[in-house]
């Protein structure tokens, strides 16, 4: 699984979902895929679950799952 770090991300909006799922909004110029790991420093790194549409082409918004370091 790829792991992509972010020096320089915005950061939109997270909110939790239930099973430990959060959905995260990003500004990101990488295009992920379900399995990839997210590394969101200082917010942690996340396994992307899956993605879904954002109608914002700059947007990125997955559902992920946050891994213990």
């Known amino acids: 699984m790829p792991r992509f770090r ?3 991300f915005q950061l ?3 909110q939790a979902l239930p099973n430990r799922k959060v959905r995260i909004s990003v ?11 997210l590394d969101l420093t200082p917010y942690g790194v996340w396994r ?7 109608p914002s082409p700059d947007v990125t918004t ?3 799952l946050h ?3």
């Open 6 to 8: 972010y020096e320089v």
């Open 12 to 14: 939109l909006d997270m």
């Open 27 to 37: 500004i990101l110029s990488e295009h992920l895929q379900p399995g990839d790991e």
């Open 48 to 54: 992307v679950v899956e993605l879904e549409h954002d």
């Open 62 to 64: 997955v559902i992920a």
């Open 67 to 69: 891994l213990a370091e």
